[in-house]
């Protein structure tokens, strides 16, 4: 197997005469010893630069989907760059208002928002509520009426009938979907209708979000043309196009850039008549390349004639997707990264149990040894926000790197974090 593939690392990822790995200006195998394993790097140039891409494309339409990675220093990098900042609970509207995210600049989703969560988004003046359901419409407008806050400008989710070609826990745009409006059984029309009557709202636009980690962009444009002659009837001045796009996990796996999933979506629009401005939420786009994980090798197991097993001091608490979804990742050594893996290996984490897997199908040097830094590249989206304290371990920290400093922006839990919440 061939050494990692540059186009899985940061884009300030570089690789000195002895193959050691630095993102950022920092060293990953000092990062390592330095601040400890496992931790989540991020490459904070690769999130600007991602952002930077969607805001140059849709200028104030630019909208980050803080679920795919959210802390305080993502939440004011995100508004910092000019891009609004998409909440799908109470819990993240808490973190960017802590992080000086204005109400404005904060777009609230949610298939399931409570009285609560919605009296905070109305309090604040969040700049858009994303209505999901005939309850929230009810929800909104007895506590408008009830002067709990501002009329919210309000945008109705649709559910356009598409099937996108990705994970089947991550389609949305299915008419089977617990989300948004059914366009075919004119469950939208009346929504539209409803919000459009009502006292306690105003509809500005339309959403539509089909899933997750999406490769082919006719998918987008589908559900764009699908959704045409809704859009144009009610001629409303916005459309939310969702997120979505896909990004390379391993070798062999290709992406389109956020600047060519712009331009199709745009073309897309265009030539279905759509002139309404147009918003887009992406999140793995923005985050998952930019993140790398860190671990240290504690055991080498070798089964003759079966595999070898590598376990690390992380797995499915830091990272659940290979364990939910099934997705693969790469692995790699910073202190070798352009050598050639030629050691098939699984890596296995240190849950008491035989599904937590880090990589299945692993290709390392083979002179990997007890000790060494082991790294996954693409885990800065849906890891850290997806962790937990299965098995009661600590969640690790979250730690940005540029211009040769590291700036840890959520420190590693301790042990007594653990008994935090005990009575
Ligand atoms: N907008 C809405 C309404 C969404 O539901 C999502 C993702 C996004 C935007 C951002 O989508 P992205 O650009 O990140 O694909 N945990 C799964 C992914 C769940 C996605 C949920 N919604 C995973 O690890 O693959």
Request: proline letters at 5%; charged letters at 20%; aromatic letters at 6%.
């Amino acid at each position: 197997m061939t050494p990692l593939p540059p186009h899985l690392l940061p884009h300030t990822a570089e690789v000195g005469p002895t193959g050691r790995l630095s993102v950022g200006g920092c060293d990953l195998v000092e990062l390592a010893d330095t601040f400890g394993t496992p931790a989540y790097l991020y490459d904070e140039d690769h999130l600007r630069s991602q952002c930077r891409q969607v805001v140059a494309a849709f200028g104030t339409g630019a909208t980050y989907a803080g679920k795919a990675f959210l802390c305080k220093a993502m939440a004011a990098l995100v508004h910092e760059e000019g891009l609004m900042l998409d909440v799908a609970t109470g819990g993240e509207l808490h973190v960017a208002l802590a992080a000086g995210v204005p109400g404005s600049s904060i777009i609230m989703h949610g298939n399931n928002k409570s009285e609560e969560e919605l009296t905070r988004a109305l309090q604040v003046g969040v700049g858009r509520i994303v209505v999901d359901s005939h309850d929230e419409i009810d929800r909104i407008e007895a506590l408008v009426a009830a002067g709990v806050g501002p009329v919210p400008q309000v945008l109705i989710r649709v559910t356009p009938g598409i099937e996108a070609h990705t994970h089947e826990y991550v389609m949305t745009g299915q008419d089977d979907s617990k989300f948004g409006f059914g366009l075919a059984s004119g469950s939208a029309a009346e929504a539209a209708r409803r919000a459009i009557e009502s006292s306690g709202m105003e509809l500005v636009g339309l959403h539509v979000h089909i899933g997750s980690n999406i490769f082919l962009l006719a998918s987008f444009a589908k559900a764009i043309e699908r959704i045409a002659p809704f859009v144009r009837k009610l001629d409303l001045p916005e459309l939310s196009l969702g997120g979505g796009l896909g990004v390379a996990y391993v070798a062999g796996e290709e992406s389109a850039s956020i600047a060519q999933w712009a331009g199709v979506l745009t073309k897309a629009c265009a030539e279905a008549g759509i002139t309404a401005r147009l918003y887009v939420e992406p999140g793995r786009a923005i985050a998952a390349t930019a993140g790398i994980t860190v671990y240290r090798v504690g055991t080498i197991k070798e089964l003759p004639g079966i595999r070898t097993y590598v376990s690390v001091d992380g797995g499915m608490s830091d990272n659940p997707r290979p364990v939910l979804y099934g997705s693969g990742y790469e692995a790699f050594l910073p202190r070798a990264t352009d050598s050639t893996r030629s050691l098939p290996v699984t890596v296995v984490g240190k849950h008491c149990e035989s599904g937590d897997l880090v990589v299945r199908e692993a290709w390392v040097p083979d002179d990997l040894a007890i000790g060494d830094v082991l790294a996954t590249p693409v885990t800065g989206a849906y890891g850290h926000v997806m962790a937990s304290n299965y098995n009661k371990v600590p969640r690790p920290p979250v730690i940005f790197l540029r211009d040769g400093e590291a700036r840890v922006v959520v420190r590693r839990e301790t042990y007594d974090d653990l008994l935090a919440l005990d009575w």
